[in-house]
């Protein structure tokens, strides 16, 4: 295993110079949105049947250098490794997912995001949390709206447990809860193969992209192509024909898409 990290390919490949000359909080903060600007989440090689490695070394050559995106576990191993090399205490945590359920739900612990000790104070940090993927740093405050360039976020909490929500419509939905207990790449590994495998896997039966860019954010689901403004805005459209998905997989998230016939197949096959 190499832990080897690029930074220049990294901070190219997130359209900056190197790292950011300004306070810490202002630097971490221009991070996570360039980040998150640049790097698009997406699921194309579990969808495709490819293997998704957790190596430090894989995770650069998909993300960095082969203008690819991943999901939380690639996004964040790279971007906590990047923060480590810029001298922050870092922790992997892991969540368990509460999109779309109660928020008493009992989910496994199938994401991971990051808590960063920033100036002495505590903070999480998630670029891989897919269309609503906070894009800036969130402090470990119960109870107070944080504005973000898109969208306000909270956090709850209850004895040991926290919940990340966002404020959409007007409205808080929780995305998912977490403790402070730190996780290991052992963890990530067992949630990684089930999730980039099994045949009920939402990466495995369903297409999925998205990106925040300056204007609000982009995101696909299997056909369903929606550009969201800053202004809670929506433009949908219905693609048609896997050249047109592979069109905006590559003209609007920016990706060099797999070279295998596997890929095609399957969005030939989307409903």
Known sequence: MSDFLDLPAYFARIGLPG??????????QALVLHHTQAIPFENLNPFAGLPVSLELADVQRKLVRGQRGGYCYEHNLLFGAVLRSLGLPVDDLSARVLWNRPDDAITPRSHMLLAVRLDDEPCIVDVGFGGSTPTGVLRLQAGVAQNTPHGLFRLLRDADTWRLQSSMQGEWRSLYRFDLQ????VDYEVSNYYLSTHPDSHFVTRLVAARPTPRGRLALINRDYTEYGLDGSATRRQLVGTAEIRAVLHDAFGLALPDT??????LDALP
């Open 19 to 28: 790292a950011p000359a300004a306070p810490a909080r202002d630097a971490l």
């Open 261 to 266: 016939p596997a890929l095609n197949r399957r």
């Open 182 to 185: 730190p996780a290991y790449r």
